[in-house]
């Protein structure tokens, strides 16, 4: 009887979804910091126009295998002047390009201090087995970190490496990826 | 015996360290290139136990006669790599472990809870615990091995072989299209190795040949720690000098003694 007065089960359902919102909407929107990129950039324009990652991503240390951010020199050898009459561009060539400054990008792979990893050893995977669609998108996503850890949202977490070296038969010792 | 007394038969790689006794000279060059390379920081007291962390230690052995029999030594104790690491097997978060091709003992820092039972359970003192978080005097930070992660307070750190160097030295054999499971003599040696003035320790896999701590460890001279615990280290020990090798582990007074 007293139950019934006290609005029966509504208040325990309605509890259960806020609790719900709480968790699966605000706690994760509270828990990561987004960085927006500082210029805009299409994947899928330029992969029209040159067809390979390695030319703007390669790195001297490890032979030419993508491997980092390109450096503004690498976007210089093709906007040294504006190519288009997007403001977009007219700002990387006069902020970053005749400057010589660096864009700062912001990488949302990068994967911790305590991990080792070599492109090299992965040279022989497609870039996008992991850097899943990033060829065909228009605009690069924003950067996603993690308030308490630091981490950012999109990095190859560890089951995942395990799972794939699992899978093609190479070891899973701690010390083949960490430091 | 058991299973895990087999763990080390079954790496191709050995990484091993042979350390002429006699050649050391205990000048603590070895020490500072291990401090330096893996990012620890100066200690403030170096005699304090408690604030002052060390991967590798030189001890001083002495043989207790009196003069002119007098004689010292010196002896540079690394991480010794055990065939059978007794650290791991007490590990409760498998923080440590080792099975890695080339038989390095792992320490994985994020994972570590600071238990200290494997610093319990080594019989060679080669484990330290941070107290404290590591501070660097200031523009020293900039001098950080950047292949090398430091340590927050309350984990278990240890040498790991200059680790990173070898994770180096398997890229550039991949850069240059060779095998990286077959490194050459000296493409891979620790920093200890490489800043010991009188060249007393020699590096390398044990069960390559080529290398020369295959044949340096095979040396009727050799030995190793405390060997009769079945720990199997991968560091050997060389000295002509009985009293030495004597010490190399507990012996009493009706045991047969190696080398004698």
Redesign the interface.
């Known amino acids: 009887m007293s139950s019934k007065k006290k609005g029966g089960i509504m208040p325990f359902l309605l509890g259960i979804a806020a609790a719900l919102v709480v968790g699966w909407i605000i706690f994760p929107k509270v828990l990561y910091v987004q960085e927006t990129q500082p210029v805009r950039f299409s994947h899928k324009l330029h992969m029209e126009q040159i067809g390979e990652c390695n030319l703007c991503h390669s790195n001297r240390e490890e032979r030419a295998y993508a491997t980092r951010m390109p450096s503004t020199k690498d976007c210089a050898l093709c906007h040294y002047t504006a190519l288009t009459g997007s403001s977009e561009e007219k700002e990387l060539v006069r902020e970053y390009i005749k400057k010589d400054k660096q864009v700062p990008w912001k990488a949302s792979q990068k994967q911790p201090d305590n991990v080792y990893f070599s492109h090299l050893a992965h040279k022989d995977l497609e870039c996008r087995q992991c850097h899943f669609d990033m060829e065909n998108r228009d605009n690069l996503p924003p950067k996603y970190v993690n308030r308490l850890t630091g981490y950012t949202k999109t990095t190859m977490k560890m089951h995942e490496c395990e799972r794939c070296h699992a899978r093609e038969n190479t070891s899973n010792a701690c010390y083949v990826c960490h430091k | 015996m058991s299973e895990s007394m087999q763990i080390h038969e079954h790496f191709q790689i050995k990484w091993g360290m042979v350390i002429d006794v006699d050649k050391c000279t205990g000048c603590g060059a070895c020490q500072v290139a291990c401090q330096a390379e893996n990012n620890i920081p100066p200690s403030q007291q170096s005699f304090d136990r408690l604030r002052s962390v060390h991967w590798l230690y030189v001890y001083k052995l002495e043989n207790g006669r009196p003069y002119p029999e007098s004689d010292i030594a010196y002896l540079p104790r690394p991480c010794m790599q055990c065939g059978n690491p007794s650290c791991a097997s007490v590990c409760p978060v498998i923080a440590t ?1 080792k ?3 080339g038989g ?1 003992v ?1 320490q ?3 994972r570590c809870i600071g238990c200290r039972y494997c610093m319990a359970a080594c019989p060679y003192h080669s484990r330290v615990f941070n107290w404290f978080d590591p501070v660097w005097p200031k523009g020293m930070e900039k001098t950080l091995t950047p ?4 340590r927050p307070r309350g984990v278990v750190e240890k040498c ?1 072989f200059c ?2 160097r070898f ?1 180096l030295a ?2 550039r054999a ?2 240059e299209g060779r095998d ?1 499971h077959h490194l050459k003599e000296d493409e891979y040696i620790p920093a200890c190795a490489e800043a010991c003035p009188t060249g007393a320790i020699a590096f390398g896999d044990l069960h390559n040949p080529e290398h020369k701590v295959h044949q340096l460890s095979r040396s009727e001279h050799a030995f190793r720690i405390l060997e009769r615990l079945g720990t199997e280290p991968q560091v050997y020990y060389l000295s002509r000098r009985p009293w030495v090798r004597r010490q190399g582990d507990n012996y009493v007074q009706k045991d047969q003694q190696r080398g004698e």
């Open positions: 472990t099975d890695e091709e390095i792992s994985i820092y994020p292949y090398v992660s430091v790991t680790h990173h994770q398997k890229r991949r850069a990286p």
